[in-house]
């Protein structure tokens, strides 16, 4: 019994002394999708490429609105029959609204996860570079707590830049 609790405190005296040389770092990757510079030309990029659908979109919805508020006003000043077939186009046009409104969403998110995809894989490489250089043995992405001296974020921000 005695030989097997030495090996265990041997052992255990082993691995601390050996989890003394290792290198580690921490990486916001939040950060660098919130503030790198290839994440706001990314976001620019794509606000430039969707504005026009945007443009339309509320435009759509302008007409939408005042179409309702035109009818409200003329509801009844009309007819039975007027009024159903009012009411239809009014309908259609809020279907085809929320069609539209849903199609540019999806497109508008796929487009956003494109380009972070493509961020992320970007940011990875940097992250594996700077560790190399620096002779880091294991980077940390998500943590309860770390010790700011060994947040790489700034750095990963920094190379992203270039």
Same mark, same amino acid.
């Given at each position: 019994?005695?030989?097997?609790?030495?090996?265990?405190?041997?052992?255990?005296?082993?691995?601390?002394v050996?989890?003394?040389?290792?290198?580690?770092?921490?990486?916001?990757?939040?950060?660098?999708?919130?503030?790198?510079?290839?994440?706001? /030309? !990314?976001?620019?990029?794509? @606000?430039?490429?969707?504005?026009?659908? #945007?443009? &339309?979109?509320? %435009? =759509?919805?302008?007409?939408?609105r005042?179409?309702?508020?035109?009818?409200?006003?003329?509801?009844?000043?009309?007819?039975?029959?007027?009024?159903?077939?009012?009411?239809?186009?009014?309908?259609?046009?809020?279907?085809?609204?929320n069609?539209?409104?849903?199609?540019?969403?999806?497109?508008?998110?796929?487009?956003?996860?494109?380009?972070?995809?493509? /961020? !992320?894989?970007?940011?990875? @490489?940097?992250?594996?570079?700077?560790? #190399?250089? &620096?002779?880091? %043995? =294991?980077?940390?992405?998500?943590?309860?707590?770390?010790?700011?001296?060994?947040?790489?974020?700034?750095?990963v921000?920094?190379?992203?830049?270039?």
């Amino acid at each position: 019994m005695r030989k097997a609790i030495t090996a265990f405190v041997l052992m255990f005296a082993g691995a601390h002394v050996y989890a003394q040389d290792i290198r580690v770092a921490f990486f916001d990757g939040q950060r660098v999708l919130n503030e790198s510079m290839p994440a706001k /030309l !990314a976001t620019a990029k794509i @606000k430039q490429e969707f504005s026009r659908r #945007e443009k &339309e979109l509320d %435009d =759509l919805n302008e007409h939408l609105r005042a179409s309702v508020r035109k009818f409200e006003k003329e509801a009844s000043g009309l007819n039975e029959l007027e009024r159903t077939r009012r009411q239809r186009e009014l309908t259609d046009l809020d279907q085809d609204f929320n069609r539209k409104q849903r199609i540019f969403s999806e497109d508008l998110g796929q487009r956003k996860q494109e380009e972070l995809n493509i /961020l !992320a894989e970007r940011a990875q @490489k940097v992250v594996r570079q700077i560790a #190399e250089a &620096e002779k880091i %043995d =294991l980077v940390v992405q998500d943590a309860v707590f770390f010790n700011p001296r060994i947040d790489i974020t700034d750095k990963v921000l920094r190379a992203l830049a270039k």
